[in-house]
């Protein structure tokens, strides 16, 4: 491995592995693993080997929690950088994943590299060959990926899944799952269900005349099992929470966050975003817009809903629920629980969907929810009118985005990066017909982004949220935003990170740091922790387009192996 570039950092002087083409390339492979190759069970999956990271959030209930305690509160401050990875630019947000001592890691662009999880040597890189360029905003990163027997499933930014060789890189399928002149994409990686490979699709701010969805696929074909469309059409069932507006003005629904399964109840949870364009008068409705801005439970093997739960019914404001879905058995129920862009923790009976709470961090200056019933009603003047200035918390980014939440089950906390802010500006109406060939205008005119006045001095936290009462345990407040999820672990730890480029490690039960240290770029994506031959890693990805980046660190080994 050729050294180009060295960095100093927590005293040690550690070769950043550089083997990397910036191109976007045809499907090829640098190395084969020469190593034997045990396929992943779904078994595996639900109860993941503590050494590994096989899924998004490291299990299929979304905690992102690990149970290795090699460090912990006693020693993190020891942590030395052991080796780091270049990666190739673009907008970064991966998560990833480890088996068996190797890392498999998504690039923008499609591109997926396998790395010696030791060593930081690179064992294989795929990139795949786009039809036209890609877009430079959203479809070119792919913040997660899957790993199944033994293959690695891309969900791909032209609206295909690619399947590869674990072993190799080489493509065993590929399947055409949207159109990509319809604006199709994804953005977000696959689940593995029961054997199917389970996406959620995302690219739908367009008029056209089909809708967001989400399909599972075999695992050993690419074949298409079922499709759910995530808005209801005209004539179906909810369709009429729509009113009399044609298929082709029924947009948004994008599922681009990866969703949980919960092999006890046999469902799988996918949650959606917005309507859109983002406000009822702009849409043209004054409806629930169903299924916008729920959480589905679906039957893994024929895709059918069995229950849904919508968060704010007829969003009209952009603040959406789409993210992780929080699985844990809480006070004798299965729980989900979930927190979206206006800062409310919300609890479902995840049986059945019937609401159970709702804990408002109290930033947002939109809505009322019934405690007793979840019940949303709009406070007075906050429904956008043509043309009538409005000024709200939170901006567009809400109270929390896509960095996800960890769940400590010793705490029975959750661990949520949030970013508090307030705009103001006016809706207004569009021409449909124009709009319909291009991204959606979304109807806003806006007078700027401010702090929010709960936080004038601190545009970010970690906030740990007791889930039994919504109440905030601490909080650790920074100057900047997070752009990174939380990680929870078996040694008492929470990690999180800043914009000034600080990565940190906190006593779950305290906030207090422990150990903190300072990134050459600011963490972006989901950072995890896994181990290899008895010695705990903490993998971190950083981004900044030609930043991007992974460092992994661990504790000294002292004489006779033992960190």
């Not at 509160?73 to 998560?95: C, F, I, K, Y």
């Not at 844990?328 to 927190?339: A, D, E, T």
């Not at 804990?359 to 009603?377: A, K, N």
Request: aromatic residues 10%; glycine residues 8%; negative net charge.
């Amino acid at each position: 491995m050729s050294i180009q570039n060295r960095i100093s950092l927590l005293g040690l002087c550690i070769p950043i592995a550089a083997t990397v083409v910036f191109a976007t390339a045809a499907t090829t492979t640098v190395a084969a693993q020469d190593r034997e190759f045990t396929p992943v069970t779904s078994a595996m999956l639900a109860n993941p080997d503590v050494a590994d990271w096989l899924n998004w959030r490291r299990t299929l209930d979304a905690w992102g929690y690990s149970p290795l305690d090699q460090i912990n509160t006693d020693n993190v401050h020891r942590l030395q950088l052991v080796w780091a990875w270049r990666m190739e630019p673009g907008a970064s947000q991966p998560t990833p994943l480890v088996y068996d001592g190797v890392m498999y890691l998504a690039n923008p662009n499609n591109i997926i590299q396998a790395i010696d999880a030791v060593t930081g040597d690179l064992l294989w890189r795929y990139g795949r060959e786009l039809e036209g360029p890609p877009d430079p905003i959203l479809s070119s990163r792919s913040r997660s990926i899957a790993i199944y027997g033994d293959k690695i499933y891309l969900n791909a930014s032209d609206a295909h899944i690619v399947a590869l060789d674990a072993r190799t890189g080489e493509v065993a399928w590929d399947q055409t799952v949207g159109d990509k002149a319809m604006g199709y994409r994804y953005t977000s990686g696959p689940i593995v269900v029961n054997g199917n490979i389970v996406a959620g699709m995302s690219g739908c701010e367009r008029f056209k005349e089909d809708v967001c969805f989400i399909s599972a696929h075999d695992a050993d074909t690419g074949a298409e099992v079922w499709r759910t469309s995530t808005i209801a059409r005209p004539g179906d069932p909810g369709g009429d929470t729509w009113g009399d507006l044609p298929l082709e003005y029924r947009a948004g629904a994008d599922s681009w966050i990866p969703g949980s399964y919960d092999p006890e109840t046999n469902l799988t949870y996918w949650s959606t975003s917005q309507a859109k364009p983002w406000a009822r008068l702009t849409r043209g409705t004054d409806g629930d817009a169903l299924y916008s801005n729920s959480v589905l439970a679906l039957d893994p093997e024929t895709g059918e809903m069995e229950w849904y739960y919508q968060f704010v019914p007829g969003e009209t404001h952009d603040l959406d629920d789409v993210f992780e879905s929080v699985l844990i058995n809480h006070n004798g129920r299965r729980s989900l629980f979930k927190m979206g862009k206006m800062g409310i923790l919300w609890e479902i009976d995840r049986t059945n969907g019937a609401f159970v709470a709702a804990h408002d961090l109290g930033y947002q200056t939109l809505i009322d929810v019934d405690p007793q019933t979840g019940e949303v009603t709009y406070r007075p003047g906050m429904i956008p009118q043509a043309g009538v200035e409005l000024e709200f918390c939170p901006d567009f980014r809400g109270i929390r985005n896509w960095p996800a939440s960890a769940y400590h089950p010793e705490t029975q906390a959750l661990y949520i990066p949030i970013h508090p802010t307030c705009v103001s500006g006016t809706f207004t109406e569009i021409d449909k017909v124009l709009e319909a060939q291009y991204y959606l205008n979304t109807g806003w005119r806006s007078q700027g982004t401010t702090a929010h006045p709960d936080s004038p001095d601190h545009r970010g936290h970690l906030v740990a949220m007791d889930i039994n009462s919504g109440e905030i345990l601490w909080r650790h407040s920074t100057r900047t935003v997070p752009r990174s999820a939380a990680l929870t672990t078996g040694g008492s730890l929470v990690v999180s990170a800043d914009t000034d480029r600080h990565l940190y490690f906190h006593d779950a039960s305290t906030g207090d740091v422990l150990f903190q240290t300072r990134l050459p770029a600011s963490a972006e994506g989901y950072p995890i922790t896994y181990a290899v031959d008895g010695r705990q890693y903490v993998a971190v990805p950083v981004g900044g387009n030609r930043s991007n980046a992974i460092y992994v660190f661990a504790l000294p080994v002292e004489t006779g192996g033992t960190p």
